[in-house]
C-alpha cells in the first residue's frame, strides 16, 4: 500500500463532463505534484504545490485547474478535456520542494476521454 | 533543457544475474538524482536518492553511483529475482527554490525464473 492515495483509480469522462482527481496524504509532506504519463512514456511535470501554494506550472492547459484545500489533500479539476489527455495521472508528495527526501507517488488515476 | 536517456531500453534476464542500468543526462548542474521503480499499471516508488555531493547510495541488492561532472548515473542490482521486473526511472534533480525532476526514458527489465 502507497502512503498517497488516489481517487478514483479509473475515471472515464466526456469532452463536456467537468469532473476532479483526489490525492491525499498524511506523512506530513509540504510538497505536493502532479505528473502526466502517457503509455510506455516517462512521467512528466504538470504542477507544484509548495506550503499549499502553487510552485510550478509547467504551462498546462487551463482545462487543469489544480487546488491545495490544506497541507494533506490536493485536488485536480478537470473540464473540457481533449481525447489526447486520456494518460495515467500520478500525485507525488515529498517533505519540502527543495529538501534531499525522496518522492512518494500514489498509485495514479487513469483517465480516459471519450 | 533537461534531456535524460537510459540505456538499455529493455532487458531481459536469467534470475541470479547481476545487472547494470544506465542513465545520462545533458546537463549536470543537478542537486540530486533519484532511481525509481514503476510496476504495471503503478505509481512510482523510490529506489535510492543520491545527492550532488554523494558519489555512491546504497539499499541491500541496489547500489547507484553518480558521476556529475560526465552526467551519468548508474543502477547496479545484485543477483536479481524475478520480482525485481518492472521499468527503472531515473530522475535528476534540479532547479532554484523549488526542485524540478525531469525523468528518463526509463529501462523494462524482465528477469526469468
Known amino acids: 500500500d502507497t502512503e498517497v492515495t488516489q481517487t478514483p483509480k479509473h475515471l472515464v469522462m466526456g469532452m463536456t463532463n467537468k469532473k476532479s482527481l483526489k490525492c491525499e496524504q498524511h506523512m506530513g509532506h509540504r510538497a505536493m505534484y502532479w505528473y502526466k504519463q502517457k503509455a510506455k512514456k516517462p512521467p512528466e511535470l504538470m504542477f507544484v504545490y509548495s506550503y499549499e501554494k502553487l510552485s510550478i506550472n509547467e504551462s498546462v492547459p487551463s482545462r487543469f485547474s489544480p487546488e491545495c484545500p490544506n497541507s494533506s489533500l490536493l485536488n485536480l479539476h478537470l473540464h473540457a478535456l481533449q481525447p489526447e489527455d486520456s494518460a495515467l495521472y500520478l500525485c507525488?508528495?515529498?517533505?519540502?520542494?527543495?529538501?534531499?527526501?525522496?518522492?512518494?507517488f500514489g498509485d495514479g488515476t487513469r483517465l480516459s476521454i471519450l | 533543457k533537461q534531456e535524460v536517456t537510459q540505456i538499455p531500453a529493455a532487458l531481459s534476464v536469467p534470475e541470479g544475474e547481476n545487472l547494470v542500468l544506465n542513465c545520462s543526462f545533458t546537463?549536470?548542474?543537478?542537486?540530486?538524482l533519484q532511481w525509481f521503480r514503476q510496476d504495471p499499471g503503478k505509481g512510482l516508488t523510490s529506489l535510492l536518492l543520491i545527492q550532488s555531493s554523494q558519489r555512491e547510495q546504497t539499499s541491500g541488492r541496489l547500489n547507484a553511483s553518480l558521476d556529475k561532472s560526465s552526467g551519468r548515473s548508474t543502477l547496479y542490482i545484485a543477483a536479481s529475482q524475478p520480482g525485481d521486473s518492472a521499468t527503472y526511472l531515473c530522475?535528476?534533480?534540479?532547479?532554484?527554490?523549488?526542485?524540478?525532476?525531469?525523468f528518463g526514458t526509463g529501462t523494462r527489465l524482465k528477469v526469468l525464473a
Open positions: 546537463d549536470s548542474a543537478i542537486y540530486n
Open positions: 507525488a508528495s515529498s517533505l519540502g520542494v527543495s529538501s534531499n527526501q525522496p518522492q512518494h
Open positions: 530522475a535528476p534533480g534540479r532547479g532554484s527554490g523549488t526542485y524540478k525532476y525531469i
